[in-house]
Nanobody, 123 residues
Framework: VQLQASGGGLAQVGDSLRLSCAAS????????MGWFRQAPGKERRFVAA????????NYTASVKGRFTISRDNAKNTVYLQMNSLHSEDTAVYYC?????????????????WGPGTLVTVSS
């Protein structure tokens, strides 16, 4: 599976952005997906994850109620809808995937990574 994230850009505090991650490969429908982010000078951290069907999700505490992860298996795409953006959401966002069931929160759980997309939130 090859992944390509898009949708990043410059936003103001309180704005919304939607990130997309397009996947190539026939196994996307059986692939668990996740979003991670790396803020300037910090380690990459978990943001959200979704299981293969979209029925189960998990979020880091700081984005709960503001971000929504979803997927469209017919389009081989996973999304991250980001609302009420904070300046602390500024980061490079990465999508990741792994085949199989479950919702996975650790970087080491994922086999596939795409290049990141930069989100900058200014106040």
């Amino acid at each position: 599976v090859q992944l390509q994230a898009s949708g990043g850009g410059l936003a103001q505090v309180g704005d919304s952005l939607r990130l997309s991650c397009a996947a190539s490969g026939r196994s996307f429908g059986s692939t668990a997906m996740g979003w991670f982010r790396q803020a300037p000078g910090k380690e990459r951290r978990f943001v959200a994850a979704i299981n293969w069907s979209g029925a189960f999700t998990n979020y880091t505490a700081s984005v709960k109620g503001r971000f929504t992860i979803s997927r469209d298996n017919a389009k081989n795409t996973v999304y991250l809808q980001m609302n009420s953006l904070h300046s602390e959401d500024t980061a490079v966002y990465y999508c990741a995937g792994r085949e199989g069931r479950g919702v996975w929160l650790q970087e080491s759980n994922y086999n596939y990574w795409g290049p990141g997309t930069l989100v900058t939130v200014s106040s």
